[in-house]
């Protein structure tokens, strides 16, 4: 995705443990000199790190992405290393919120092709995930659990994300995949790039194989510029005034303005309503809750401070046309103090307790000074 967002994030904590339990050992008390020089260490450690990553991020690093089709289903070998707290010191705790965490990962392979995740679903009451890159791949795996929290993935495979003639989409300059939703019916992605567009794909079964189709859209949608592009497509549940049709999110208005556009898309009609944007935030992607709320996934970046990232719920209420819809932040977070980094993609499902779950996963950009991040909470 190369846009103001494309960043490179240098990881903080010790090289040697950047792929291990994060968990850290007790501190000193801050009232020895040896506590005292540990917290000053990091602290300056952080800020060089922020300002290192943000500097780069400004600078338009050059940033390299596959363009090599996979032949079918390709497996690819990855290695998960558990995240196990959120906050990364013990100062850095956040505030009540409702999402409780339960774990996270580190996924790393040697396969090309694998990065970029942009857009994510789970599947088989989070045991399943579909995912897609914005270069023009679906990831296709199993989440592995010990004691509920996430320990690892199997099973992991990537094919081609296919056009209506069988060829790959990115080869149409449509492979800069920025949005995903699955349903039980069919499969939509979110693509920018010259021209905005949406392709569905039916049946799931076997959805990796799958030709997908375009989608007719507003002309609003095909302009929008890339970087501004679809961020989020949501099938807004059943039991909504507007159940069964696709919600359309932009990252933000073409003008800057603190508006991103979004349109309900039903049975070729189009309706338009605004998200409101607030504290430099910008769109990431969306997903309703089993609830039936909307959670918005958004993320910010800043010269010292890094990538930064917020959760927010708007109730479906608020999802109509012509609306501002708005809402209240559950979680904020930033790389400085807490275990993200360019956080894109967000899900949510039942687990086989009946919890409600969110998953976030980050996009790496194909830069080995990111990291590629599976982050799982509870929704209390």
Do not use: C
């Not at 997903?287 to 990232?309: A, H, N």
């Amino acid at each position: 995705m190369r846009k103001r967002f494309e960043a490179a994030v240098t990881e903080i904590v010790p090289s040697g443990d950047r792929l291990r339990d994060t968990r850290r050992p007790t501190q000193a008390s801050p009232r020895t000199g040896y506590g005292v020089a540990r917290r000053w260490r990091w602290w300056v450690t952080a800020a060089a790190a922020s300002v290192l990553a943000a500097a780069i991020a400004w600078a338009g690093f050059l940033r390299f992405k596959p363009t090599v089709a996979l032949p079918g289903l390709t497996p690819i070998p990855v290695e998960a290393h558990p995240i196990a707290e959120f906050s990364k010191i013990e100062i850095a705790e956040t505030a009540a919120s409702p999402l409780v965490f339960r774990g996270g990962l580190v996924l790393e392979s040697g396969a090309p092709h694998f990065g970029g995740i942009s857009g994510l679903r789970m599947t088989d009451r989070g045991h399943g995930f579909a995912a897609v890159t914005d270069a023009g791949y679906w990831v296709q795996g199993r989440l592995l659990y010990d004691r509920g929290r996430p320990s690892g993935v199997a099973d992991v495979v990537m094919a081609s994300v296919l056009g209506p003639e069988g060829k790959p989409l990115r080869e149409n300059g449509k492979g800069d995949i920025e949005s995903l939703e699955l349903t039980a019916e069919a499969a939509y992605l979110g693509f920018e790039g010259h021209r905005n567009g949406i392709a569905v794909f039916q049946p799931t079964s076997d959805l990796l194989r799958r030709h997908g189709r375009l989608l007719p859209i507003p002309p609003d949608i095909v302009a929008l510029p890339k970087g501004r592009g679809l961020e989020a497509l949501v099938a807004i549940p059943a039991g909504h005034d507007f159940g069964g049709a696709l919600l359309a999110i932009a990252e933000r208005d073409r003008t800057g303005r603190d508006m991103a556009p979004a349109w309900i898309l039903k049975e070729g009609t189009a309706l338009e309503l605004k998200v409101r944007l607030t504290d430099g935030y910008d769109i990431s992607d969306a997903v309703f809750l089993p609830e039936g709320d909307l959670l918005l996934l958004e993320r910010r970046l800043s010269l010292l401070g890094g990538f930064k990232m917020r959760l927010r719920r708007i109730p479906a209420t608020d999802i109509r046309p012509g609306a501002v819809s708005d809402g209240s932040p559950v979680l904020e977070a930033n790389r400085l103090f807490h275990e993200i980094d360019n956080m894109e993609g967000i899900a949510a499902h039942r687990d086989e307790n009946g919890i409600i779950v969110v998953t976030a996963v980050s996009d790496d950009n194909f830069l080995p000074v990111q990291r590629k991040l599976l982050l799982q909470w509870e929704l209390k």
